[in-house]
């Protein structure tokens, strides 16, 4: 059975842009909406707390028996001189690591389906991200786009579960799936 340690955002400081919540608030939603997909595809994951760090999410994760991945769910903020003006989704692998990369290429492939301009879909190797680099087997970072930017904070927020099942498909690829992946217009 594939395993996945499941790891949302627990930045509660990062808000949303227009008052539309936190980080951790809405990557813990995203997580949840996952969840039913990954169930439905028969794949095993321990998850987080809010009360966690990533830190201790990395920690535990590496302390329980292995995973197939490590998937940390977050959203992004601009530099401050670019506040409110960068948009998409960016998913960090680590480029020491091929099944890292290969996990980030097939979420931006889902999310390319999803997201208004697919363009804007980007996989990025990292050589500074804990949740990446520290985890004792593969690891991505889904930035789903930008917190800061009113066009990308909206449409996190009103597609939680295309986002959810992007994700899904893309973790069932990873881990082997076979069969139909999820539509999205279920």
Do not use: C
Request: proline content about 9%; charged content about 20%.
């Amino acid at each position: 059975m594939a395993r996945i340690y499941l790891s949302p955002s627990t930045q509660e400081y990062n808000e949303y842009v227009n008052n539309l919540g936190t980080e951790e608030q809405n990557m813990n939603r995203l997580a949840d909406a996952l969840v039913p997909y990954l169930d439905r595809f028969g794949i095993a994951y321990n998850r987080n707390t809010p009360e966690m760090t990533a830190g201790s999410s990395i920690r535990q994760a590496n302390a329980t028996p292995p995973y197939d991945l490590y998937l940390a769910l977050h959203s992004n903020a601009a530099p401050e001189q670019f506040a409110g003006q960068l948009r998409g989704p960016d998913i960090y692998y680590n480029p020491a690591n091929p099944e890292s990369r290969r996990a980030a290429d097939l979420i931006a492939d889902e999310f390319r389906k999803i997201y208004p301009e697919p363009q804007l879909v980007d996989v990025r190797p990292t050589d500074f991200l804990g949740e990446v680099l520290r985890p004792n087997f593969p690891a991505v970072l889904v930035e789903t786009a930008y917190h800061d930017n009113p066009e990308d904070a909206r449409w996190i927020l009103n597609y939680f579960d295309a986002i959810a099942r992007a994700l899904a498909n893309a973790v069932w690829k990873f881990t082997g799936g076979t069969g139909q992946p999820l539509a999205y217009d279920e």
